[in-house]
């Protein structure tokens, strides 16, 4: 499930791309797919080294390109173990509202994106997210769990502040917003007829990508999309 759009962000091949915060790293397996030297971020080392072996795959598969490499770092977001100004392109995608110093995060983005790239942050959506945490106590009162849910205009006055002009906002997963409300009403580590159907249909639309979900997703998402995206450049 990608959350960003690589052509507004524009990843091109041979860029230095770092995905903060990557998880099971479908976003580093997007970006590997357009050529970039990806590198995946994460605390958690059992998820790195799942990515890890995803890359071999991929590679033994044939689907990286020539010229790109993939790799995967073990560390904290609030201090990256990289120089100033090393990636053109830095990702933090669905990471933010698990961290308390998020502005410290933030000024770590900043500091590793090179003058002239583009950072690209996604967050739970404001209003959906607020369903989720009415339904449900589970849903964020968990062990990494949400912490905060942002409005858009304050996550873009802290990027704003940390030194990042944003060029486009938009919103995605208009789709999944229903699903994570039937979660969250029936527990979100349970299961009925309702979140089981729906689950299919998700992973039907991911696998086929039919264009009725695919042309009403981009008609929904402004009004129910599930994610906040924001495009910044670093002067």
Known sequence: MITIDYDTFDVQPGMSFLDVGAGQGRHSYAALRR?????????????????????????????????????????????????????????????????????????????????????????????????????????????????????ASDLVAKLTAAGLTPYKTEHAHALHAPYWWLKCAVGPDNENFATRGYHKLLVWDMMKAPAITRVGERVLNPVLGKSFVVYLTKP
């Open 35 to 151: 050529g970039a030297n990806v590198t995946a971020f994460d605390m958690n080392e059992a998820d790195l080294a799942d990515v890890k072996s995803m890359f071999g795959a991929m590679e033994l598969e044939g689907e990286v390109p020539a010229g790109a490499t993939a790799t995967v770092q073990h560390g904290d977001a609030r201090a990256m173990p990289f120089a100033d100004g090393s990636f053109d392109r830095v990702l933090a995608s669905e990471i933010l509202e698990h961290i308390h110093e998020d502005e410290a995060a933030i000024a770590e983005i900043a500091r590793v994106t090179k003058p002239g790239g583009r950072v690209a942050v996604t967050v739970p959506r404001n209003w959906p997210e607020q369903v989720c945490w009415k339904l449900s106590d589970e849903y964020h009162e968990v062990e990494g769990g949400h912490i905060r849910i942002y409005q």
